[in-house]
């Protein structure tokens, strides 16, 4: 019989546009009960639109951004301002075993909702503050998006071509800040599971990022080299680029390591005349002249589909695939046959494709419910079912935009 890992733990969700509920996403997926606790006065920037896609969506249940980052959650609306709701919301942190929030530092605590005053509360919570920079240092109030976070970190004067402008990637950083927090949290409830103890996580955006370039730091560490863009050029690999086949804006990634599968791409070109070039003789030989070797196999993959190279390459033992745009993702037959996409039913937008979660437990199967929820829709089961307040005190405090 399957289980469901995280079943019984609840999360009190303060978080919003996509490093924090992208964290609360992965832990519903296994079995969370994520509490999203929103504001008509503050309203999620996912729920009216991104910097990234600038969308303007039609009211705030509208939005397939928000939908996809807050798959399985519930959501409660107060208005935090107002000291009613945030004894509230204490009330739900009350009940739940952690709390999570991506403001500025301070924010919490200036609403009355910072660890000190949640540890009152609930002796055992765990609460992790996702920002820019942490909470101390000198950066520690200021501003960070997904840019600034790349830009920081180290990863967007890493990333682009040769001789061009660092790239910051924008949104994927956020996503990237929301796994790693997932996994911090985690751990901090495998800690309270053998002790008993709740913690504080203070996490840093930037310095996660800055945690996924060890290479680089390292070689600059050891040999005081600081590395600069080489677009999709590796260091030691070659050949290791994208390379443009037939159709409209159609590529294929290929990425050689060894003379053995060297040999097992020029097998499948059809041992090109070139290809026996002493240039090319071994894989420091392929590196230095790889500006060369690729205008070789660009000339050979134009005449081909991105399927068709794929297909001949991997059957020959190398590694090689299209790269996807979004189209082609939902569309390829093994994202199909894995079940990456499903349909999800919103009350607004209707049937919606959605990304599942990555992995495939055996025992205990990561899962998607229902729809992103509604803007305050679970007030009543919230206020009601697991804080036990009547439904006239309920409306009170609707009526006063306490719960708001």
């Known amino acids: 019989m399957n289980h469901v890992a995280l079943k019984g733990i609840r999360v009190a969700d303060f978080s919003w546009v996509w490093a ?23 309203v999620d920037q996912t729920r009216q639109g991104t910097i990234t896609t600038g969308e303007d969506f039609e009211g705030f249940n509208a939005s397939p951004i928000f939908n996809n980052a807050n798959l399985n959650k519930k959501s409660v609306s107060l208005d935090l301002k107002n000291p009613e709701a945030v004894e509230l919301a204490k009330k739900i942190v009350a009940e ?27 002796p055992n919570i765990i609460m992790i503050s996702s920002s820019g920079f942490g909470s101390s240092g000198p950066y520690g109030e200021y501003a960070g998006y997904a840019p600034i976070f790349a830009a920081i970190g180290g990863l967007a004067y890493l990333t682009g071509y040769e001789g061009g402008e660092p790239n910051t990637m924008s949104g994927v950083m956020d996503l990237r800040v929301g796994t790693m927090s997932a996994f911090a949290i985690l751990a901090a409830l495998l800690h309270r599971q053998k002790t008993g103890e709740g913690q504080y996580i203070d996490l840093s955006s930037s310095e996660c990022i800055s945690s996924l370039i060890g290479p680089e730091l390292m070689e600059y560490t050891m040999n005081k080299r600081s590395p600069n863009r080489r677009g999709n050029q590796d260091s030691i690999m070659a050949p290791h680029n994208c390379y443009r ?9 290929i990425a050689v390591a060894t003379d053995e599968e060297w040999k097992a791409l020029c097998g499948a070109m059809g041992n090109p005349e070139w290809a026996q070039d002493e240039a090319f003789a071994d894989v ?9 070797l690729d205008e070789y196999i660009a000339a050979w993959t134009i005449n081909c589909t991105d399927y068709e190279v794929m297909t001949r390459l991997q059957s020959a033992g190398v590694a090689a695939t299209p790269s996807f745009n979004a189209e082609q993702i939902l569309s390829d037959p093994h994202v199909k046959a894995r079940g990456k996409i499903i349909e ?38 919230v206020f009601s079912s697991l804080l036990g307040m009547s439904k006239e005190e309920i409306q009170k405090l609707v009526d006063e935009k306490v719960i708001y």
């Not at 924090?20 to 503050?42: H, N």
């Not at 420091?284 to 060369?292: I, M």
Request: glycine share 8%; hydrophobic share 35%; net charge positive.
């Open 20 to 42: 924090g509920p992208y964290a609360t996403l992965l832990l519903s997926f296994l079995g969370a009960d994520v509490i999203k606790i929103e504001s008509r006065q503050r």
């Open 96 to 122: 739940s075993d952690i709390v999570i929030e991506n403001m500025r530092p301070g924010v919490m605590d200036k609403l009355g909702l910072g660890y000190k005053d949640l540890v009152k509360i609930k």
């Open 245 to 253: 086949c037939k159709g409209d804006d159609k590529w294929i990634s």
């Open 284 to 292: 420091y030989s392929r590196w230095k002249n790889r500006h060369q």
């Open 344 to 381: 999800v039913e919103h009350p607004v937008m209707g049937k919606k494709k959605v990304i599942t979660p990555p992995w495939k437990l055996s025992e205990t199967p990561a899962t998607i419910s229902k729809a992103s929820p509604l803007l305050g829709e679970h007030n009543e089961e």
